[in-house]
């Protein structure tokens, strides 16, 4: 199930896509079909660009260039799986890609003019945003928390039986129907949010989901914390050192 830009909108009332008490259904491998949409919305951007120049457009004096350091993209096509039973409520899997993959800086600045421009364009880190889960109350009700794994997570040696963690935070994609209170989730419906999730990693790469942000609290195991970033050591750029004589 597709959703086209912005990726805030949502129809209010409308149902998830369900599977039955203890079916099963892998992600789907096949992303979204928006290659149409893409070149369309990437000439426009590049028409828009090109205008800008013409008629010898600058960004004024509140628009500060290193705040917008970076890759952006304009609009997301949202791709959703079924959502999945779990204890007292449902997850849905979901994964984001961009429609432009790269919003030139002047357009940029021109956008940010517009009242609700950040609705649509967005800072990336990485090409989409991938696989995580959005906790729903009923198919009715998206929450506004999803679940999502710690991708920099390296399973300690000499415990082969520690289990992959998975975090639970709040997320600004789009209008939440209700708000969620994981204080009050017990270890029932931790377990079962837990299970309902990790076969997915049977299958799929790590790298082929949204890391949880670093504020993210633990659902299972329920403690622990999201491994850092890598630090950046003193020395190690690239034009670090003395050069060589």
Not at 4 to 23: H, I, K, T
Request: aromatic share 10%; with cysteine; net charge positive.
């Amino acid at each position: 199930m597709l959703r086209l830009v912005p990726s805030s909108y949502r129809e209010q009332g409308e149902d998830a896509d369900v599977l039955d008490e203890g079916e099963w259904l892998d992600l789907p491998i096949e992303a979204p079909t928006i290659g149409p949409v893409r070149e369309h919305a990437t000439r426009l951007v590049n028409e828009l660009e090109r205008a800008l120049k013409e008629e010898n457009w600058r960004p004024d004096g509140k628009f500060d260039s290193t705040q917008f350091a970076g890759s952006w993209t304009l609009g997301r096509v949202e791709q959703r799986a079924p959502a999945r039973k779990i204890h007292r409520g449902y997850l849905q899997p979901v994964r984001n890609f961009p429609i432009v993959e790269r919003v030139p800086k002047l357009v940029l600045a021109f956008l940010t003019k517009i009242p609700g421009w950040n609705d649509y364009v967005k800072r990336e880190n990485h090409p989409g945003v991938g696989w995580h889960y959005h906790y729903l109350l009923d198919p009715r009700t998206r929450s506004d928390a999803l679940l999502a794994w710690d991708t920099r997570w390296q399973r300690p040696s000499g415990s082969p039986s520690a289990l992959h963690p998975l975090f639970g935070e709040k997320h600004g994609e789009g209008k939440a129907d209700a708000h969620a209170k994981p204080w009050l989730w017990g270890d029932k419906k931790k377990k079962s949010m837990y299970e309902v999730c990790v076969r997915d990693l049977l299958k799929w790469k790590i790298d082929e989901f949204r890391c949880a942000s670093a504020h993210a609290d633990p659902v299972w195991p329920t403690t622990g914390s999201v491994t850092p970033m890598p630090s950046i050591t003193a020395g190690s750029g690239p034009s670090s050192g003395k050069k060589k004589k």
